[in-house]
């Protein structure tokens, strides 16, 4: 399917337990983006990426680890869950480089549940 | 520290409505500013603005920035149920080429 997808879409684990979130995108854009969303806060960023192999954290990085070893994967991954780390995760991916868009494109979304 | 705050966090309107929603903003290097709404699902794009003192139109929403003043609004005319969302404000800029910063939204409720 072309566009961006996430998968699972939801997700109930236990503390403790490690989770990967994943992230796939068929443009080719060369940003990739994780957040987290939770009420009275927005969209808060994770970690995000400009390029296949480069990687930098955003603005609640701990406990969360990323990789990205092809342009059009980003997988998220929970090393040990807690509950605070219960959320709705956004995948979004853009392209601003050369007079491209600053527009980022959203997954639709996992709801983790962590128990 | 880059930094976006949107007021008010909540409102409440009645059909045919004017509502206007507010963006203020610190960032370093400020490239964009981009409008998003969000109903139960992923946000979706609303508008981009880079240029001061520009309207950005879209049927009944409107949008325009004032880089002076650090700030944005969006309008929307002749509310609708069908508006009622969470409204996001994110700013481009700082160190980093393509990352957004957000603010923490404004939930608008749109009663018939």
């Not at chain 1, 443009?27 to 994770?46: A, K, V």
């Not at chain 1, 603005?59 to 990789?67: A, F, I, L, Q, T």
């Not at chain 2, 709404?37 to 309207?55: D, H, N, R, V």
Request: hydrophobic share 30%.
């Amino acid at each position: 399917d072309a566009g961006i997808t996430q998968s699972p879409r939801y997700k109930i684990t236990e503390t403790g337990r490690q989770v990967t979130l994943m992230c796939h995108q068929t443009w080719s854009h060369s940003y990739m983006f994780w957040y987290r969303q939770d009420l009275g806060h927005g969209l808060r960023l994770i970690y995000y990426s400009a390029a296949a192999d480069i990687t930098d954290k955003g603005e609640v990085p701990d406990g969360y680890v990323v990789s990205r070893s092809k342009t059009e994967n980003f997988p998220l991954t929970l090393e040990s869950a807690t509950r605070s780390q219960t959320s709705v995760y956004f995948c979004a991916s853009s392209d601003p480089g050369q007079g491209g868009s600053y527009e980022q494109y959203f997954g639709p979304g996992t709801r983790l549940t962590v128990t | 520290e880059d930094k976006v705050v949107q007021s008010p966090l909540s409102l409440v309107v009645h059909e045919g409505d004017t509502v206007t929603l507010n963006c203020s903003y610190e960032v370093t290097n400020f490239r964009s500013l981009l409008w998003y709404k969000q109903e139960k699902k992923a946000p979706t794009f609303l508008f981009m603005l880079t240029s001061s003192g520009i309207e950005k139109k879209s049927g009944r929403l409107s949008s325009i920035l004032d880089k002076k003043e650090l700030f944005s609004i969006l309008n929307i005319t002749a509310t609708q149920t069908g508006d009622s969302a969470v409204y996001l404000c994110a700013v481009g800029g700082g160190t980093s080429y393509g990352k957004l910063t957000f603010g923490q939204g404004t939930i608008l409720t749109v009663h018939p």
